[in-house]
């Protein structure tokens, strides 16, 4: 059974900094391209960020390019995203993903999704 389970989210200031990690089971990470996805208040689910099986590629929205850093660890199977100079846009739930393949392209879909972590980011 694929199991992800996140965590490091909490409540922080406009500026400060966090790091969210995904703890992934049940099947071969390191052949899987991950995201981490997020879900604001009364919005859509938006995409993140997003790595390749090996690490080697990263992808990043517009909104958190130079804010925010995707990391794996195959050998802890592990997804990290450290966030910094967070701002309030950026208050929602964050899930990890797992692609069905291990390359990422844009839209990719994936097969399952962690229950999540929140982050909420208030003066």
């Known amino acids: 059974e694929v199991q992800l389970v996140e965590s490091g989210g909490g409540l922080v200031q406009p500026g400060d900094s966090l790091r969210l990690s995904c703890t992934a089971s049940g099947f071969t990470f390191s052949g899987s391209a991950m995201s981490w996805v997020r879900q604001a208040p009364g919005k859509d689910l938006e995409w993140v960020s997003a790595i390749t099986r090996g690490g080697g590629s990263t992808y990043y929205r517009d909104s958190v390019k130079g804010r925010f850093t995707i990391s794996r660890d195959n050998v802890k199977n592990t997804l990290y995203l450290q966030m910094n100079s967070l701002k309030a846009d950026d208050t929602a739930i964050y899930f990890c993903?797992?692609?069905?393949?291990?390359?990422?392209?844009?839209?990719?879909?994936?097969?399952?999704r962690g229950q999540g972590t929140q982050v909420t980011v208030s003066a």
């Open positions: 993903a797992k692609h069905y393949g291990g390359d990422y392209y844009a839209g990719a879909s994936y097969s399952h």
